[in-house]
């Protein structure tokens, strides 16, 4: 079946520096969905790509699609402490869809300030 | 926030026991899910519904079941605990069907002794 695999699993980074995290499936995506769960919290969805190639900026966040539509990733700029979480990729699962999703393992990033 | 709430949100019981967990959403969406949360495995999906009395498998649905005899209300029920149902569990409503952005509940935290 589908894989989506996510690294890296873990990144500690000092408050300041740049993280990012990367996401590829075993098939191409028709969307790619990224999601951010703080520590004792829910996933939250931060953004879908829907376009080969295509870059989407929120703030310090950068969302890249890749061009074959089977990888992607983001980048945040000069972490805060406010960014510490665990950051998963989701893209469509195969088949009769139903709005299923298959998502990452996830980064978590751990913030040291 | 979707208006989805997770009943229990901690629970602890022993080996053998029945256990249920309940979903419930106040927006009446079709698309429900639950996952299972842990670590190095991102979430994974445990079943899904489409509709009032329509579930399906998803891909770690072994040990659980669920019903969904109103809209707004997703139960999953572990007929006989087993240690590795240890978990962290998430209800999810999606909007649409269109495997686009998904709005989680809070969570349930079980332990199985």
């Known amino acids: 079946g589908q894989q989506v695999m996510q690294i890296p699993q873990y990144q500690h980074v000092q408050e300041g520096e740049d993280f990012t995290t990367y996401c590829n499936s075993s098939?191409?995506?028709?969307?790619i969905q990224w999601y951010k769960q703080r520590p004792g919290g829910h996933p939250v969805f931060l953004i879908q790509?829907?376009?080969?190639?295509e870059v989407k900026k929120q703030k310090r966040l950068t969302f890249q699609f890749g061009e074959a539509k089977k990888n992607s990733s983001l980048h945040i700029t000069a972490t805060q402490t406010t960014d510490v979480g665990t950051y998963f990729c989701a893209g469509p699962s195969g088949g009769t869809s139903y709005g299923k999703l298959t998502f990452g393992q996830g980064t978590i990033l751990t913030v040291h300030p | 926030d979707a208006g989805i709430t997770q009943s229990p949100r901690h629970k602890v019981t022993e080996t053998g026991t029945p256990v249920t967990l309940r979903c419930h959403q106040t927006?009446?969406?079709?698309?429900m899910y639950w996952y299972r949360q842990d670590p190095g495995h991102g979430l994974r999906l445990i079943h899904y519904s489409y509709g009032v009395k329509d579930t399906d498998k998803g891909e770690v649905s072994d040990g659980y079941s669920v019903s969904r005899s109103k809209t707004e209300d997703f139960l999953l029920t572990l007929e006989s605990a087993t240690s590795s149902q240890t978990s962290v569990y998430f209800c999810a409503i999606s909007r649409t069907g269109a495997a686009n952005e998904q709005f989680f509940g809070p969570g349930t935290r079980l332990t199985v002794l």
């Open positions: 098939t191409t995506l028709s969307n």
């Open positions: 790509l829907v376009k080969s190639g």
């Open positions: 927006e009446n969406h079709r698309y």
